[in-house]
């Protein structure tokens, strides 16, 4: 699987976009950064969309991305939990804000699909197998568990706070990819919002060891721009107590497990 980080940051500036990767250019996770981070072609190539939970800065391209497909005749999924989609459809694509993309009607069919996701229920999605596994956030909201055979697989939290534990009974992978939005300085802050910080990163770690022997490689993403060097250097203090690799994810970096 190559992975390409489209956004890693919790901000939108010039240099900085919102949540989103994209799998072998077809698979996406999250929408915060699908229009902001890819050429139209490689929008196009897209065929369906991971959403974790209803927050818009991992919602916000849903519908610029549909436009996009609408003017190229063409079509793309999205798979969410049912309140995430309650939402999307009744704020961000109700046919007010902006184009609604999710009805078909008599001259072409939806350009959006949406798809309801159970927790813990493996799915088949564009030859990928996808496992939502919910996590401990603000709102409801669902991890995604990805795997292309061969021992590759990855599990992507979106945004959560401490307490993956159940998550870990549950799933394995190759590599976590999970937000720490800020630096330890507000680690209270996090424990009530439902985010992490590289000391509640290394909890949870931890606490992946205990129950399956080993820690995966960790990518963090939804960084605070301006706390950012704060965080390198913690996330480099646990990288070291623990002897594994923690990476800060950028914008269009890329790797391949």
Same mark, same amino acid.
């Given at each position: 699987?190559?992975?390409?980080?489209?956004?890693?940051?919790?901000?939108?500036?010039?240099?900085?976009?919102?949540?989103?990767?994209?799998?072998?250019?077809?698979?996406?996770?999250?929408?915060?950064?699908?229009?902001?981070?890819?050429t139209?072609?490689? &929008?196009?190539?897209i065929?369906?969309?991971?959403?974790?939970?209803q927050?818009?800065?991992?919602?916000?391209?849903?519908?610029?991305?549909?436009?996009?497909?609408?003017?190229?005749?063409?079509?793309?999924?999205?798979?969410?939990?049912?309140?995430?989609?309650?939402?999307?459809?009744? $704020?961000?694509?109700?046919?007010?804000?902006?184009?609604?993309?999710?009805?078909?009607?008599?001259?072409?069919?939806?350009?959006?699909?949406?798809n309801?996701?159970?927790? $813990?229920?493996?799915?088949q999605?564009?030859?990928?197998?996808?496992?939502?596994?919910?996590?401990?956030?603000?709102?409801?909201?669902?991890?995604y568990?990805?795997?292309?055979?061969?021992?590759?697989?990855?599990?992507?939290?979106?945004?959560?706070?401490?307490g993956?534990?159940?998550?870990?009974? &549950?799933?394995?992978?190759?590599?976590?990819?999970?937000?720490? !939005?800020?630096?330890?300085?507000?680690?209270?802050?996090?424990?009530?919002?439902?985010?992490?910080?590289?000391?509640?990163?290394?909890?949870?770690?931890?606490?992946?060891?205990?129950?399956?022997?080993?820690?995966p490689?960790?990518? !963090?993403?939804?960084?605070?721009?301006?706390?950012?060097?704060?965080?390198r250097?913690e996330? &480099?203090?646990?990288?070291?107590?623990?002897?594994?690799s923690?990476?800060?994810?950028?914008?269009?970096?890329?790797?391949?497990?």
């Amino acid at each position: 699987m190559k992975i390409r980080f489209l956004g890693a940051h919790n901000t939108e500036t010039r240099d900085t976009r919102l949540s989103g990767l994209l799998v072998d250019g077809v698979l996406a996770l999250d929408a915060g950064s699908l229009t902001s981070g890819l050429t139209l072609s490689e &929008q196009l190539g897209i065929k369906a969309v991971l959403v974790t939970h209803q927050h818009y800065d991992h919602v916000k391209d849903l519908p610029l991305l549909g436009m996009n497909h609408f003017l190229n005749h063409s079509s793309f999924s999205v798979y969410c939990l049912a309140e995430t989609g309650d939402v999307i459809c009744k $704020y961000l694509m109700d046919g007010n804000l902006y184009s609604e993309f999710l009805k078909k009607d008599e001259k072409r069919n939806a350009v959006i699909k949406l798809n309801t996701v159970d927790p $813990y229920l493996q799915m088949q999605i564009e030859g990928y197998s996808v496992t939502p596994v919910p996590v401990s956030h603000g709102v409801p909201s669902a991890g995604y568990l990805v795997s292309a055979g061969e021992g590759k697989s990855l599990f992507y939290t979106g945004d959560t706070g401490p307490g993956l534990s159940a998550c870990f009974e &549950q799933i394995s992978s190759n590599l976590l990819i999970i937000e720490v !939005t800020s630096s330890d300085k507000y680690l209270d802050f996090c424990k009530e919002k439902g985010h992490m910080c590289p000391a509640l990163l290394k909890e949870e770690l931890l606490r992946h060891r205990d129950m399956r022997g080993y820690i995966p490689d960790v990518v !963090t993403v939804h960084m605070n721009k301006m706390l950012e060097d704060k965080m390198r250097m913690e996330l &480099q203090a646990v990288s070291e107590e623990l002897g594994i690799s923690i990476e800060m994810a950028f914008e269009g970096k890329e790797l391949e497990i």
